[in-house]
């Protein structure tokens, strides 16, 4: 019998990352010839390890692109979108997002979407704190922080959590753009030439429709990684990111990003517009 080859993808265990893989977990779905390798880890741990290159399909934060794109092409599908919704940022006390001028915001990571999101939208003049997203409810509902962002399950939970609304970056993203907000991205390294970043994006595309096809049973595994979510919660967060845009983002996706990663140049938050060559399936 022939060695398989390994192909290692990395991804968060947010539910709705675990639903997408579903599939390709469960070995449904398959690549001829290749063994497939799963590394879940938090997204900011998989932000820093594209940096260099050092996996050959990762999800990213869609905002860490123009750092990596060096290494990795953008798939069409797997992309978190929000239409009209998006990361949050909550306080414990109601604050308008003017009032935030001056004060400590929990941020979920220096390369994550929300990250820049509120760099484009809001005061800049604050201390940042960056810890993990799941760290971010205790910090502003204890005070030890002013205001976070709160980012998957947090954006539906944090009224239950008795906590305020500042503003919701991917509601104010649309009223200023028209656009959905592209919030997560799957990519491929270059590295691995045009054929297998073809059999890979299709693999995975391959994997959301078949958790789509089979939900209860992709939500069940995506809900099993210890987050404590209800199912009903993890059911309406999933569709709220796994949807039509999540198989292929499409033109207007594909807009979203360019049109985010301008409105970072004009900010000087980037320097340059990344290269958009996306694999297509």
């Known amino acids: 019998m022939n060695k398989l080859n390994t192909i290692t993808f990395g991804h968060s265990p947010d539910a709705d990352d675990a639903f997408m893989f579903y599939g390709l977990a469960k070995e449904i779905v398959k690549i001829k010839g290749y063994k497939i390798d799963h590394k879940m880890a938090d997204i900011q741990t998989l932000n820093e390890l594209a940096v260099n290159g050092e996996l050959p399909v990762t999800a990213i934060s869609a905002a860490h692109y123009p750092n990596v794109s060096d290494h990795y092409r953008v798939m ?42 509120y760099q484009i939208f809001c005061p800049t003049d604050i ?41 919701d970056l991917g509601k104010h993203w649309f009223t200023q753009t028209g656009l959905p907000i592209p919030l997560g991205l799957d990519v491929v390294n270059r590295n691995l030439g045009k ?78 517009l990344p290269p958009l060559d996306i694999v297509q399936v």
């Open 76 to 117: 069409s599908c797997g992309a978190s979108i929000g239409r009209n919704y998006g990361p949050v940022i909550v306080s414990k006390d109601s604050i308008t997002m003017s009032k935030l001028s001056g004060r400590t915001v929990a941020i979920p990571g220096s390369h994550t979407t929300s990250w820049l999101l």
């Open 195 to 272: 054929d297998l970043s073809f059999k890979v994006t299709n693999s995975l595309k391959q994997s959301i429709e078949y958790a789509h096809n089979n939900e209860d049973k992709a939500l069940e595994y995506a809900l099993g990684f210890g987050r404590g979510i209800e199912k009903e919660d993890g059911r309406k967060f999933v569709r709220m990111y796994v949807n039509t845009d999540t198989v292929n983002m499409g033109l207007e996706g594909i807009s979203s990003l360019k049109r985010l990663f301008s409105m970072a140049v004009d900010k000087g938050i980037i320097k340059t």
């Open 127 to 167: 201390t940042p704190i960056f810890v993990e997203f799941n760290q971010i409810e205790k910090l502003v509902s204890s005070g030890k922080v002013d205001a976070g962002i709160l980012l998957h399950e947090g954006q539906i939970l944090y009224k239950n959590w008795g906590l305020k609304l500042v503003l």
